[in-house]
């Protein structure tokens, strides 16, 4: 185990992350590809309840309907974090 650590941090050339002008690694594309996942799986979520609403013999109550108002919510929040941090 230490020898595959050992290796790995010998090995500076695996992880080359862009740096900032004062040195340290540039870590903004890897914060914006999460928020875009987080977003992605928070659509699925939403999609797959929309889904179980539309099977025949299924209903959504009014609970049901307010999470998913609150799930569009916090998605087009993040999606504008997502815009803003971009810029």
């Known amino acids: 185990m230490v020898t595959i650590v050992n290796k790995f941090f010998k090995n500076k050339e695996r992880w080359n992350p ?11 594309g ?3 590809n999460l ?4 977003v ?6 939403v999609a797959a309840t929309i889904h179980g609403c539309l099977m025949p013999g299924k209903e959504c109550d009014s609970e049901t309907k307010q999470h998913i108002a609150n799930m569009m919510t916090v998605i087009t929040t993040s999606t504008f974090a997502l815009y803003a941090a971009e810029k």
């Open 18 to 28: 862009p740096l900032n002008r004062d040195g340290t690694p540039c870590l903004k």
């Open 30 to 32: 890897r914060i914006i």
């Open 35 to 38: 928020i875009q996942v987080v």
């Open 40 to 45: 992605v799986v928070q659509l699925l979520i």
